[in-house]
């Protein structure tokens, strides 16, 4: 076999870390003058950030700045829930066209109604380990032990945080492996760094007291960051209820459209989903949920999860539409990761959820916009006004046409 060829020259040079991680201003210029000059770019708009450089430090490494995207808000959007009640103006950061209009549309139609109600049902994360066994025999006296261990893993786990809180394990038996469910309540913030941590304590127990002979932390049976069937069954983040009922007149003042419109839409639609053997079913969650997640400093790549879901559109027996949507597995926060950095506070503050005690709150407006979308969508498709909104919002347009 022949070696492999030698790097070109340059090719394994290492982006400055500089002492202690250089996250103090002067570090992260040099370093992006360091960038610049490597790839022979300016980088003007990059360095000019308004987030502290220090206060970077445990949300990104080797930072050269900060990335801009626009930010827009749409409203107004009346919410009736337990957490969430009155009107709020909703930012949404996007690059895409028509997606702030659309939604806002569907906002305005929602508040002319009467509002949103809003419900969480569930509230937790989960964290999955993999614990192999010699036989199918010892996987199942461990299946059997455990039950009579849980406060021992409690009391683990609790050890490693102020703030998580272990309140159930349940198991699933594939062949002679077991995984086991660590559910948690994470209060305020996403938590799976922190109940990460929890569980390896308490999975670093079930070890040293010989109810295993060894796991692995992460099985992938609780998706995270991505889609998944098991996500149906509301274990990952909050469960949380958006519904409406939007009389007919109302309805087609906004959307051109009838009742039994939008239910045919949900209904072909529905068709297309099976025969893509999809997980749920919706139109656009992805659409809201990244612009306000990456608005109000989330982890966006919790997308993936939270955007698996149900919409359902029902016309009433006096010939009005009750329009729901079902997010068993959204993943909010606010506090930690990114919820107190620069824009993304301020957008928090705008919805009243910065800080502490907010993150059902989001929940809920988080459901009644996705809601908002889901309709505004179904009226673009079944009126057949999708194309001409992004013609007149969007950037379907070649660049010589534009304004």
Known sequence: ????????????????????????????????????????????????????????????????GAAQIPLGVAGPLLVHGLHAQGTFYVPLATTEGALVRSYERGMAMLTRAGGVTTRVFADGNVVAPWFPFES?????????????????????????????????????????????????????????NMIVKAAERACRWIVANGLAPRFQIFSGLSSEKRASGYLLSGVKGKKVVAGALVPADVLFLYMRMTPKGIADVWHSTIIGHLQANAIGFNAHYANGLTALFIACGQDVANVANAAVGITDYEVTPEGDLYASVTLPSLTVATVGGGTGLGTSREC??????????????????????????????????GSGEFVSAHEEYGRNRPHEDRD
């Open 136 to 192: 199918v025999a010892d996987a199942h006296q461990f299946v059997t032990r455990l039950p009579g261990c849980v406060d021992q893993l409690k009391a683990e786990a609790q050890a490693t945080t102020r703030h998580g809180r272990l309140e159930r394990v349940d198991t699933h038996v594939v062949g002679r492996a077991v995984i086991v469910g660590f559910h948690f309540h994470t209060g305020d913030a996403q938590g799976m």
């Open 348 to 381: 928090l503050q705008m919805l009243g959820c910065a800080g502490s005690g907010h993150a059902l709150k989001l929940a809920e407006i988080v459901a009644a916009t996705v809601l908002a979308g889901e309709l505004s969508m179904a009226g673009a498709i």
């Open 1 to 64: 076999m022949k070696p492999a060829p030698m790097p070109e020259q340059g090719a394994f040079d290492l982006v400055p870390r500089f002492k202690d991680q250089g996250y103090g201003p002067e570090d992260v210029g040099r370093r992006r003058a360091w960038v610049e000059a490597k790839l022979d770019v300016s980088l003007p708009l990059v360095g000019a950030c308004a987030i502290p450089t220090a206060d970077m430090r445990g949300n990104i490494e080797n930072p050269i």
